[in-house]
């Protein structure tokens, strides 16, 4: 079968690997039919990062835990790339009780089984079962698992009753193509912690997370925000948080955020997504007391600095982590069906899935790929 390949910066490729098949009676096949390119994806792709990153990790410039994620060469080819998919169910193992031939699920990033203790915490990107490093995840190379990359032929998926989520009906897969990845953890930074503090502000700092930011801006505005600010250097991205509901602020550089593109105002939650230090300290400064903060980019050097002093003059509350998107998707998903929010105005290129080596390697924000699934397919046909 062939699955979508990083081969080096630019360049993609369809390669081939051996098909899959049920290797436990929890497992389950599935075709993934619509993918969407995480926001991560891009470093690699369109910056030579690889051997900048290895020396920087035996230097110490880099902290060892992506090591642990993307191995001693991080986003070395080839490895299969794509972590955000919708797919179709093709065949189930004798234990599964909840999924059927044909039935479209969302894949989560991170693999788990549903029954360890970090699982029934909520925490499923860190399954003890699963991982046998930092992370066991689809898309990230050898160092997270033998698991593949989402844009594929096919793929096996462990736990399968635990790990698959329907999509609702009459939910179009475009429109949650994120869901495995970007929009669950949008999800998580703004949604939860409004319900702490109904109707407050928020500030988004759009950036090196294209897409999360912008879903977490129109998330705000869906759930009540009093004011959504979006901080961002990109036009593309402004317009599409305006479209969003959101008051869309340019920053005056792309390259070093600064004190004066913020918004004056005390916000109840800041979500970062420049992937800076800068960024994380401005926005930490930014918030009213009993603030709330997210980051959600990568911060890459060992000594990121935090302002904590401040912190602790404003009791405010930093929480950074790998997303957990399993225990999110019902309620996400739900909320989709129920509200019709239309998450497909962050896709800024939808491409074909037989385009996908070329497409992959776009400079847009977020990128979509989309075929027919089997059993439309097959209804056509007949």
């Known amino acids: 079968m062939r699955e979508l390949q990083f081969i080096r910066t630019g360049h993609l490729e369809w390669r081939e690997r051996p098909t899959p098949v049920l290797q436990d009676s929890r497992d389950a096949l599935v075709r993934p039919f619509v993918a969407g390119r995480c926001d991560g994806d891009t470093m690699p792709i369109h910056r030579h990062v690889s051997r900048a990153m290895q020396l920087g990790l035996r230097t110490g410039l880099i902290d060892p835990a992506v090591a642990s994620i993307c191995g001693p060469v991080p986003f070395q080819g080839p490895f299969a790339i794509g972590h955000e998919c919708v797919a179709e169910v093709i065949e189930v193992g004798a234990d599964i009780t909840t999924l059927r031939r044909g039935d479209v699920v969302v894949v989560p990033w991170a693999v788990s089984c549903g029954d360890c203790r970090e699982c029934l915490r909520g925490l499923t990107a860190k399954c003890t079962t699963t991982r046998t490093s930092t992370l066991a995840a689809f898309g990230f190379g050898p160092a997270s698992g033998s698991w593949g990359g989402m844009v594929a ?17 009459g939910v179009d897969p475009v429109r949650v193509a994120a869901a495995s990845d970007n929009l669950a953890d949008a999800w998580r930074c703004v949604v939860p912690p409004l319900r702490h503090r109904p109707g407050g502000k928020v500030l988004v700092l759009g950036g090196a997370a294209q897409s999360i930011g912008l879903y977490a801006a129109g998330l705000a505005v869906r759930h009540g925000a009093e004011v959504v600010d979006y901080v961002d250097h990109r036009p593309e991205r402004l317009a599409i948080a305006e479209k969003l509901g959101a008051r869309a602020h340019a920053a005056a550089s792309k390259r070093r955020l600064r004190h004066s593109d913020i918004p004056r105002g005390d916000y109840d939650i800041a979500v970062e997504g420049t992937s800076t230090a800068t960024g994380v300290d401005l926005a930490l400064r930014s918030l009213a007391p009993g603030g709330f903060c997210q980051p959600v980019g990568y911060y890459l050097p060992p000594g990121t600095k935090v302002p904590l002093m401040h912190m602790y003059a404003n009791d405010a509350t930093l929480k950074i982590g790998v997303s ?26 939808t491409a074909d899935w037989e385009d996908a080596p070329q497409a992959y390697t776009a400079h847009t924000t977020k990128l979509v790929l989309r075929r027919d699934p089997v059993h439309t397919a097959e209804t056509n046909q007949g």
């Open 153 to 169: 032929d096919l793929l096996r998926i462990p736990f399968a009753d635990h790990m698959l989520v329907p999509v609702p009906a």
């Open 324 to 349: 957990n998107v399993r225990p999110v998707l019902p309620e996400l998903l739900d909320f989709l069906a129920r509200q019709d929010f239309p998450a497909e105005l962050v896709t800024t290129l």
